[in-house]
């Protein structure tokens, strides 16, 4: 199939905002331990959001040379995040996202008067643009992202209470590679590679964040998983770590606003944590999940677990049919429709069990145990009628997905369709 040129129109668009974004960055910090970066890149345009609880709790630091150390006051403190994550898809390729964030932070075991703090935390928005997306899995994803305080540390000192952040502006910007990870048999897996640069304003060190991640994420109901690390690594361009003056400041500021965590003004902090997230995707566009991140080494930063759970609902999934198919506008395809050409001869018959509209998706009772590959061609009929070829991008032992590649018919597809593959 050709692209037409409004769709490249629009791509050319899309790389131009995202452009504007990256040149011109809106003022924009929670702990990347707690918040980290996340590839936002959708599957899909329209909107998706996301209610996250997490807590973290700590009672020592991996010191500067990377050693643990409790907090000189004998104290355990703790957070708990109430995130609400927000993601817009104006596009199949450009997305928009940011995340509401509240924050309160508890101390224990302290012989200090220093109150509990709950209020507005680290607030984020971002751009995202799937610059590559290949029949094959790869793809490269670019994300620009601020961080920025909606509280005040000085009246937090003021009030006498825990501060809830550095009270630091960032700015995040970089790539995601994702690498098909089919061969260990789960053909929707892939590997996530992610690197990305981080400025940070009041003195604090830059930084270069970076992730591997194994991902399972199947567009219809399943497992979803993801394993493996996230890291930082600090420029050591922190003021305080350069003049000795300003180190004291920074420090007695800790002692006062976390009671010696370094979860506040950590000194050129640097860290290397596990992440493990296990969830499961109902079908119907809902997906619950349950994580937990384990810091294992670093310098400069709290020692403790987070643990997180949500749920991510997409309300642009309908599982099959558009609600709104009954009009005479909504009722027609939305890829372009083509003449069917020739006499076509078939090898293999199954049928339709499934059909996402917004993602061109069909799912058909066959798999690989009856030789169905990936890349093979599947015809879509409704009768005798022939109303869209379709390619197989996913292959389970007894059933496949496939994309919609092209239109026949102003027909929408429907389960108990028929699905014939077409000899080569």
């Known amino acids: 199939m050709k692209i037409q ?37 959708g599957s899909h345009s329209g909107l998706q959001f996301e209610p996250r609880i997490g807590l973290f709790s700590t009672e020592s630091n991996f010191s500067e040379d990377g050693g643990l150390t409790g907090l000189s006051t004998g104290a355990k403190v703790s957070r708990t995040l109430i995130d609400l994550h927000l993601n817009y898809g104006l596009s199949d390729h450009l997305f928009v996202f940011g995340r509401a964030s509240m924050v309160s932070t508890n101390q224990t075991g302290s012989t200090t008067d220093r109150q509990s703090g709950f209020g507005l935390g680290d607030q984020l928005i971002g751009a995202a643009w799937r610059m590559l997306s290949s029949e094959g899995g790869l793809g490269v994803n ?59 304003s009041a003195g604090f060190s830059s930084a270069i964040p970076i992730s591997l991640l194994f991902r399972r994420d199947p567009a219809y109901g399943g497992l979803v998983l993801d394993a493996g690390v996230r890291a930082q690594l600090s420029l050591n361009s922190d003021v305080a770590g350069q003049d000795a003056t300003k180190r004291t400041d920074v420090l007695l500021d800790r002692l006062q606003g976390s009671l010696g965590s370094d979860l506040v003004n950590g000194i050129n902090p640097s860290w290397l944590a596990a992440h493990l997230r296990i969830g499961h995707n109902s079908g119907n566009g809902k997906t619950f999940f349950l994580s937990g991140d384990l ?30 198919r009954g009009s005479a506008e909504s009722s027609r395809p939305r890829k372009p429709k083509t003449a069917l050409k020739g006499f076509q001869s078939y090898d293999l018959e199954g049928k339709v069990s499934t059909y996402n509209d917004q993602l061109y998706l069909v799912k058909i009772d066959r798999g690989s145990s009856d030789s169905v590959e990936k890349g093979q061609l599947f015809d879509i009929f409704s009768g005798k009628e022939v109303l869209a070829r379709a390619k197989v991008t996913q292959v389970r032992d007894e059933e496949a997905i496939l994309t919609v590649v092209e239109y026949f018919q102003d027909q929408w597809i429907e389960a108990g369709f028929v699905a014939r593959r077409l000899l080569k």
């Open 5 to 41: 040129g409004s769709v490249l129109g629009r791509r050319i668009t899309n790389f131009m905002i995202l452009l504007g974004f990256f040149a011109v960055p809106p003022p924009a910090s929670g702990h990347l331990l707690l918040q980290p970066r996340e590839n936002r890149t």
């Open 142 to 200: 670019l994300q620009a992202e601020a961080r920025f305080p909606a509280y005040s540390n000085v009246a937090a000192r003021s009030a006498n209470r825990l501060y809830l952040g550095d009270g630091s502006v960032d700015l995040i910007a970089g790539a995601y590679l994702e690498l098909p990870a089919g061969f260990i048999g789960w053909s929707d897996s892939y590997l996530e590679l992610g690197g990305a640069y981080a400025q940070r």
């Open 295 to 324: 810091p294992v080494s670093g310098s400069a930063v709290p020692s403790g677990i987070l643990i997180s759970g949500g749920v991510s609902i997409d309300l642009q999934h309908h599982g099959g049919i558009d609600p709104s």
